[in-house]
């Protein structure tokens, strides 16, 4: 006999074990799930443990899922089955459970992002009534792709967060991205991230965000130069031991594939973009 139960905020160490137990032997590359990690997540992607569920076979995990929250809507960060308990209804319970208590608590837009490998997840989002909105590429840059534009009358300076905050660039008007790459990401991690901006004598006029471990988080120009500032500010960029940059995640509304091919980019997988509004069951 199967229970289900939404999970307290002292329930971490439930949920990292349902998480090891659950999803790790999906995903066996991955490494595993701790408290710390988890932790993390609660304050990177606003993760909410009143929005996570773990399913039981007597004492045992045997399905989780993760939701994350903010004002905009819940986003299903993770949810898994142990491979004995496949194709036994988990999944959907789990989904409709946090639907129904949503549509009551809010907010009422839930999202998910999933790789578009992954046919029977992305079946069973759409079974529970999730539609595609987009479809959000990960793309690559190798180092010697980048073109060097031309720097004439360019300024290059470091650039953090507050600065960009402080020069209202990330506010309301900020592009729609991926949850991990979103604004309220970007400020929870300021202590880790690193930037570079082209200015004028007036304003910025194009900036990329970045960790060192060659992620771009955000990149965006405010000029219609071809490219060339954001070439410039690649240029710039440490170099890696890969010789590669990951741009991950990126929504059509976010920056164009055009411009993105012209700056040396190349996709190399997708995600799906699936929504619903919460409902009672």
Same mark, same amino acid.
């Given at each position: 006999?199967?229970?289900?139960r ?19 032997p999906?995903?066996p590359d ?7 990690t988890?932790?993390r ?7 909410w443990?009143s $929005?996570?569920?773990?399913?039981? =076979?007597?004492? @045992?995990? %045997?399905a989780? +899922?993760?939701? &994350?929250?903010?004002p905009?809507?819940t ?7 142990h ?14 459970s ?5 549509s009551?608590?809010?907010p ?14 992305c ?7 999730y ?6 590429t990960?793309?690559v ?9 031309d720097?004439?009358g360019?300024?290059v300076f470091p650039?953090t967060?507050?600065d ?17 790459? $979103?604004?309220?990401?970007?400020? =929870?991690?300021? @202590?880790e %991230?690193?930037? +570079?901006?082209? &200015?004028s ?22 000029v219609?130069?071809g ?5 410039q500010?690649?240029?710039q960029?440490?170099a890696?031991d890969?010789g590669?940059?990951r ?16 700056l ?5 997988a997708?995600h799906?973009l699936y ?5 009672s069951?």
């Amino acid at each position: 006999m199967s229970s289900y139960r939404f999970c307290r905020t002292d329930d971490v160490s439930l949920l990292v074990d349902a998480l090891n137990r659950c999803w790790s032997p999906h995903f066996p590359d991955e490494p595993a799930m701790t408290p710390a990690t988890f932790k993390r997540s609660i304050r990177d992607l606003q993760v909410w443990c009143s $929005s996570c569920m773990v399913a039981f =076979a007597g004492a @045992d995990p %045997i399905a989780v +899922l993760i939701g &994350a929250k903010r004002p905009s809507g819940t986003l299903i960060h993770k949810i898994a089955v142990h491979p004995d308990h496949c194709r036994q209804g988990h999944g959907r319970h789990l989904l409709t459970s946090l639907s129904s208590k949503l549509s009551i608590l809010g907010p009422p837009r839930m999202v998910a992002e999933i790789p578009e490998t992954l046919t029977p997840t992305c079946e069973l989002f759409a079974a529970c009534g999730y539609l595609q909105e987009a479809l959000l590429t990960d793309y690559v840059l190798d180092r010697e792709a980048s073109v060097v534009g031309d720097a004439a009358g360019m300024f290059v300076f470091p650039v953090t967060i507050d600065d960009l905050v402080a020069n209202d660039l990330l506010g309301d008007q900020h592009p729609q991205t991926c949850w991990e790459r $979103s604004v309220e990401t970007l400020t =929870a991690r300021k @202590d880790e %991230i690193q930037g +570079l901006a082209v &200015a004028s004598d007036e304003r910025i006029e194009a900036f990329i965000l970045y960790v060192n471990d060659g992620e771009i988080l955000s990149m965006r120009t405010f000029v219609e130069d071809g490219g060339a500032r954001l070439k410039q500010l690649l240029s710039q960029l440490p170099a890696q031991d890969t010789g590669r940059f990951r741009f991950q995640k990126v929504h059509p509304a976010e920056i164009s594939k055009e411009l993105l091919e012209t700056l040396g980019f190349r996709p190399t997988a997708a995600h799906l973009l699936y929504a619903a509004k919460a409902r009672s069951a």
